[in-house]
């Protein structure tokens, strides 16, 4: 068989099974809902000022939620950047791309194996805290019926759909967030930098939506598509931010996207 | 698949810049089947960069390369049938020495896994390949460069001084190892530092510095052409300076730490001898010191401006 995108795809998911900051982020998305889970078991109550806040010692269906809530401030787009972030500079800190660049694969080939590495890792980190969450959510709370954010009962297998249906939503910014750390990561060649770039940007659009004035942008900065799930949860399912969400993070993803392909197809492997 | 007739390395006009800097500067060289060409020069003469562009790990400012016809900048294709490696080789740290060839081959494809062991045995790392990469010697990560190379089965290989860095022992088996697959047919171009290291495993030379080739040929004709330089010493050096003067095929008569130093091809080196022994200064040493590539660099400036490659050696060095 001659080599293509998913063998550089197996193998960059093979690297990534030997490198520290893999578990790191792995090991963040199981801990930090349990610790949750933890916490909200001794004090009884949720934060009440966030949509589900109040439901998480009724339902554990409702604590993924309220960690997807939390998570999007700045742990999923870190754990997400971890790797995105790094996929490229690390070759350049090794000086392995003459390597890998001197084989039989285009640079087109290894970009896409990279790229669809990377969008696995954050697929991974939420449908792995999103799963941890409901386990251990309905180990404290019970695997009981949700109340919908337009105040209907929802059963409890229905939730559990919605929980994961909620989760794939989810991921649609989470890969705009995919898309700038391989930007930044190709363009800084730094690991460090392209991480705390991706998340200092993350960070810096939920600062543009809160500045007086500037509010009416809310509906188009990449911070607001976390929330887009929440259309899920209401009697009848409201498309609109679903919808929204999946155009506005093309534009913030597609160039993102295109324009590290096109720095990585072009430049001068001059070091290592 | 190559062009038929189609050379190895076909390399016309090659120019990079880096800013103001012109670090190949001009370069043309053919390369033919079975050819082991030493591409020699000082550090900083653009040879990584010359390589690299060969490779197509960086577009040329001007200029083609052509391996077996195709060109690398456009499409990886172009180096079917080709590896190496500029400057160290490089590997992924964290994982063994086998594990990043078992990466390399599958990126290689054609069956190359199943020579993972041949080319670990070739190398002389079979009994460290379990070892992680990050763990290895300069000179083991150097061996392991040559078998990722050699995964590749090449009719040419593209290696970047490969024997900088290792210790004596090291370099021998190095150079050891590259006699052996020029001796198998392989095509190598090998850029060196060393001139020695160039003269014994090569059979063409292009000399390069400061991006331009300032010889191109074979190293004997050059050598020949440049002549070689002996030192003397005799029992009456003074008589014995004024002989070599008068000797014809002798010239640059010097002093060269307290020694008498000249420039002299061997038949006259022969009547020197003998002429000395009858003027009554007697000799004590007369050798022939090693022509380093400094020597080959003066001698190629001191001859005429016309030195182009290929040109008549005659003209190189007067
Ligand atoms: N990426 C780069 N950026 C700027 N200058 C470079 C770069 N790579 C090489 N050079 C310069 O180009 C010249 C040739 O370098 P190089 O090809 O590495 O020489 P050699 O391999 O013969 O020692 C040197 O002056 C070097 O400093
Ligand atoms: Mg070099």
Redesign the pocket.
């Known amino acids: 068989m001659s080599p293509g995108v998913l063998t550089v795809y197996r193998w960059e998911l093979r690297k990534l099974r030997y490198q520290k900051r893999t578990y790191l982020g792995l090991g963040a998305a199981v801990i930090v809902p349990i610790l949750f889970v933890i916490a909200t078991h001794f004090r009884h109550r949720g934060p009440e000022d966030v949509p589900f806040g109040s439901y998480i010692s009724r339902s554990g269906l409702a604590i993924p939620l309220v960690i997807l809530l939390f998570g999007a401030i700045w742990m999923f787009p870190l754990i997400t950047a971890l790797v995105a972030g790094d996929i490229f500079a690390s070759e350049d800190h090794n000086g392995t791309l003459k390597t890998i660049l001197t084989r039989s694969l285009e640079r087109w080939q290894i970009f896409a194996g990279k790229a669809l590495t990377a969008a696995t890792y954050g697929i991974a980190a939420i449908l792995l805290s999103g799963t941890v969450a409901v386990i251990a959510g309905c180990i404290q709370s019970g695997f009981n019926p949700l109340q919908s954010l337009s105040g209907t009962v929802v059963s409890a297998p229905k939730a559990l759909g919605l929980v994961y249906t909620s989760l794939l939503v989810y991921l649609i910014p989470i890969l705009s967030i995919v898309c700038i750390g391989l930007l930044l990561s190709t363009i800084t060649r730094n690991s460090a930098a392209a991480v705390v770039g991706t998340l200092m940007f993350s960070l810096l659009i939920q600062l543009i939506g809160i500045l007086p004035g500037l509010t009416g942008l809310q509906p188009y900065l990449l911070s607001t598509q976390f929330n887009a799930w929440q259309g899920l949860l209401r009697t009848p399912i409201d498309w609109a931010p679903i919808i929204r969400a999946a155009w506005v993070c093309a534009l913030y993803g597609v160039p993102a996207l295109a324009a590290a392909c096109l720095v990585f197809l072009r430049r001068?492997v001059?070091?290592g | 698949m190559s062009p038929p007739g189609a050379v190895p390395v076909e390399v016309r006009g090659l120019v990079k810049e880096?800013?103001q800097?012109r670090?190949?500067d001009g370069v043309d060289i053919t390369i033919n089947e079975g050819d082991v060409y030493g591409y020699l020069?000082?550090?900083?003469?653009?040879?990584?960069?010359?390589l690299?562009m060969m490779l197509g790990l960086i577009t040329p400012t001007a200029g083609t390369v052509r391996l077996f016809g195709r060109n690398p900048i456009e499409t990886v294709h172009a180096l079917e049938g080709v590896a190496g490696f500029v400057?160290a080789p490089t590997f992924y740290p964290y994982m063994t020495g086998r594990r990043n060839l078992e990466l390399l081959a599958a990126f290689d494809g054609a069956g190359a896994s199943e020579r993972i062991d041949e080319a670990l045995h070739t190398v002389e790392l079979a009994d460290r390949a379990g070892d992680r990469v990050g763990g290895y010697s300069h000179g083991m990560r150097q061996r392991l460069g040559i078998a990722g190379a050699l995964l590749r089965s090449p009719k040419l290989l593209l290696l970047?001084?490969p024997a900088t860095g290792l210790d004596p022992a090291g370099m021998r088996d190095m150079r050891l190892l590259i006699r052996r697959l020029a001796d198998h047919g392989m095509t190598v171009v090998l850029?060196s530092?060393l001139l020695a290291e160039v003269e014994e495993l090569c059979n063409r030379v292009a000399i390069?510095r400061s991006?331009r080739i300032v010889y191109e040929g074979l190293i004997s004709e050059l050598k020949r052409g440049a002549g070689a330089v002996y030192r003397l010493a005799t029992t009456d050096d003074e008589r014995a300076i004024a002989i070599c003067r008068a000797q014809p095929g002798i010239s640059e008569v010097r002093i060269e730490h307290g020694h008498i130093c000249f420039t002299a091809d061997e038949p006259a080196v022969a009547e020197l001898s003998q002429a000395l022994v009858e003027a009554g200064a007697l000799i004590h040493a007369l050798a022939p010191q090693t022509v380093t590539l400094e020597d080959l660099f003066f001698s190629l400036t001191e001859g005429t401006a016309a030195v182009t490659p290929d040109g008549p050696l005659a003209e190189v060095a007067q």
Request: net charge negative.
């Open positions: 001068d001059a070091g | 880096y800013g800097l670090a190949v020069g000082p550090n900083g003469a653009g040879k990584t960069t010359s690299r400057e970047d001084e850029s530092h390069v991006g």
